[in-house]
């Protein structure tokens, strides 16, 4: 199930993040506060029975200055195991529509 984080849910990311062995600083949210001209969003896939978060990735988006276009990078992700290709997958998938 592919979810968002929410400030309702930002504990939690941020225990999976920390707790997690293929983590990267630059995938928590404190990261994102400090690139300020960034706008900062993360995609979760949660297990479907369990809800517990398989895999995560933060994603940083910016207007390109000048033109009609914006970038979106996923610096040091994503946090799961990359060897999940359905959970990999439904990442890139969440990445996707929030690009759109």
Do not use: N
């Not at 993040?17 to 969003?41: C, I, N, P, Y």
Request: proline share 4%; with cysteine.
């Amino acid at each position: 199930m592919i979810a968002y984080v929410t400030p309702e849910v930002y504990s939690e990311y941020d225990r999976f993040v920390e707790e997690h062995a293929q983590s990267h600083f630059m995938q928590t949210r404190m990261w994102g506060r400090l690139k300020t001209h960034w706008e900062w969003d993360a995609v979760l896939v949660r297990d479907d029975i369990t809800g517990a978060i398989k895999g995560s990735l933060a994603l940083l988006t910016r207007k390109v200055p000048g033109l009609p276009f914006s970038i979106m990078y996923g610096c040091r992700g994503p946090v799961c195991d990359r060897s999940d290709v359905k959970v990999v997958s439904a990442l890139i998938e969440g990445a996707k529509r929030l690009a759109k």
